[in-house]
């Protein structure tokens, strides 16, 4: 199995700031991916990170709200722009090592947006 | 676009007790469908992965089974432990590896 570490774990800001948040990844992954978990909701997928080139986001993401990040095969960053308190969530990141197999998940990003 | 719903949304049961999870999708042409265990305030833990061409998968006390045609998945957890009490996620893998998530069951054992 992989692990999968996150940072920071949480974090409080002030709406209109932007925070970015880490991925790291113990061994190299195909695959990595970032979801949101809104409050009392299940998870949702934001983007796909591909190594070397931009990211695929699903619909309702942009990248000009969430860009990201993947310079190598075990590290990625999501960034979440001028924030407001809708974007008062938990971050997840994924990894994969190939296609049809398990996905492991790091801790989480619990972030605030007052 | 895939749908994903999982029933009972919270469970409450005695220590010891069989129970049984269900999830059901809406686009049977899937890769896999795994299920996850969420604790408060961590990530996510795979459970069981079930490949689209699979019937069931074991894990100790757990067990997954998977009936593709009909769009349904069942966690069926044996002798029931405090330790079990969490949120349970099921999710289906469908093309570009997305995984679209369930609602989610929140399970309570009580001692």
């Known amino acids: 199995s992989a692990v999968i570490s996150q940072k920071p774990s949480r974090d409080i800001c002030q709406r209109g700031t932007s925070l970015t948040i880490q991925c790291q990844v113990d061994s190299q992954v195909t695959m990595m991916f970032w979801y949101r978990q809104q409050p009392g909701q299940s998870l949702t997928l934001i983007a796909t990170?591909?190594?070397?080139?931009?990211?695929?986001?699903e619909s309702g993401f942009v990248i000009d709200k969430f860009p990201i990040s993947r310079p190598n095969l075990t590290f990625s960053t999501l960034t979440v722009s001028n924030m407001s308190p809708e974007d008062s969530s938990i971050y997840l990141c994924?990894?994969?090592?190939?296609?049809?197999?398990?996905?492991?998940f790091g801790p989480g990003t619990r972030l605030l947006v007052l | 676009k895939q749908e994903v719903t999982q029933i009972p949304a919270a469970l409450s049961v005695p220590e010891g007790e069989n129970l049984v999870l269900n999830c059901s999708f809406t686009d049977s042409a899937i890769y896999n469908l795994q299920w996850f265990r969420q604790d408060p305030g961590k990530g996510l833990t795979s459970l069981l992965l079930?490949?689209?061409?699979?019937r069931e998968q074991t894990s100790g006390r757990l067990n997954a089974s998977l009936d593709k045609s009909s769009g349904r998945s069942t966690l069926y957890i044996a002798a029931s432990q405090p330790g079990d009490s969490a949120t349970y996620l099921c999710?289906?893998?469908?093309?570009?590896?997305?995984?679209?998530f369930g609602t989610g069951t929140r399970l309570a054992v009580r001692p």
């Open positions: 999710a289906v893998q469908s093309s570009g590896d997305k995984l679209t």
């Open positions: 079930i490949q689209s061409s699979q």
């Open positions: 994924s990894g994969q090592w190939d296609s049809g197999e398990t996905q492991y």
């Open positions: 990170a591909n190594q070397g080139s931009e990211a695929t986001y």
